[in-house]
């Protein structure tokens, strides 16, 4: 499958400030790919380069096989965004709106109304497209928001927290938008601050930080480069009182907090039955067992340090 997106090498800097030191990586044409990063980590500089906002101080972006620097309108053809802030009109209606962004991009009349309709559609807005933008939601101006960035039929779509202070119904239906586009072969780029979100939509996810791409895959590959390990969280009645030296196997592997014994562990299902074994010998009372196992979150501390909100 060839690239879609090519990016090679991008600086930029804001002042004396080093927002991005040579990020360089690669999408594939279908793909879903996921840019995570702190707040101040190069994140949103990056998506405005690559979405034809701003321009690098050094490397490129070749956008559908178009150098972006030399062809910025062909390459705007290829790209729909979402931004995070709505970009809408609140005293016109939907269909309006709709039919004012659909404009922009040369769109003839009876094929912009077809497209309006099909967007609508599939946002769960046809009801609603006479209605003042004004009168919706919170949630259903993100629906149009995104409805606005398809009407040309974009290859590649860049989105950024589309689901930021909507509701579940709204954040749901989003989703299955965007897993419906993904399956018909939409190329799409998605920064989000919710791990879960990255982690049920996305093929790959790159998490940048301090400027740099500092790790890259699929999130098995992100397990196996970081070596995070599972935690088994024991509840129990008396863990303050363990004779350690009844427990000689695993005591150099837990630690002991509020009547909480945890172990951390490569694989949860080998150790858990020997961790009980020897919590039984021990005569230690068990009330309640966990198993954290490795998520993104997990991984994204490993990797930073910081919650992704910091």
């Known amino acids: 499958m060839n690239n879609i997106l090519e990016v090679s090498n991008l600086s930029k800097k804001f002042g004396n400030v080093e927002a991005l030191k040579r990020v360089s990586f690669s999408i594939k044409e279908g793909e879903l790919y996921g840019l995570l990063g702190p707040n101040g980590a190069g994140k949103t500089t990056t998506i405005n380069i690559i979405s034809t906002i701003s321009q690098p101080d050094t490397g490129y972006v070749k956008i559908n096989e178009t150098d972006l620097k030399n062809n ?67 949630g ?45 072969g939409m ?9 879960e979100e990255a982690e049920r939509l996305c093929d790959r996810i790159g998490i940048i930080d301090h400027g740099n791409i500092i790790a890259e895959g699929t999130l098995d ?13 024991i509840h129990t009645e008396n863990s303050e009182h363990i004779n350690k030296g009844k427990i000689e196997q695993i005591k150099n592997f ?6 909480v014994i945890t172990f951390s562990s490569k694989n949860s299902g080998r150790d ?6 020897e ?19 997990t991984i994204f501390l490993n ?7 910091d």
């Open 221 to 233: 590959e992100l397990r196996e480069t970081t070596k995070a390990e599972e935690s088994i969280n």
């Open 272 to 277: 858990l039955p020997l961790i009980l074994t």
């Open 72 to 138: 910025s309108i062909e390459c705007k053809k290829s790209i729909g965004v979402v931004p995070q802030e709505i970009a809408l009109y609140n005293e016109l209606s939907a269909y309006d709106n709709l039919m004012f962004w659909g404009s922009l991009y040369s769109l003839n009349y009876a094929d912009l109304q077809n497209k309006i309709d099909e967007t609508l559609s599939l946002m769960g807005l046809s009801d609603r497209k006479k209605d003042k933008i004004k009168t919706y939601s919170g």
């Open 187 to 195: 190329t799409i780029i998605y920064t989000t601050h919710y791990m």
């Open 140 to 184: 259903m101006k993100r629906r149009i928001n995104i409805a606005s960035a398809l009407l040309h039929s974009p290859k590649i779509l860049f989105m950024d927290e589309p689901t930021v202070g909507i509701d579940p119904q709204s954040r749901n239906l989003i989703f299955d938008v965007l897993e419906e586009l993904h399956k018909n």
């Open 303 to 309: 990797l930073t340090g910081r919650k992704l909100r």
């Open 279 to 297: 919590l039984n010998k021990a005569e230690v009372g068990i009330q309640q067992i966990e198993i954290q196992k490795v998520n993104l979150e």
């Open 254 to 259: 837990l630690d002991i907090s509020n009547g």
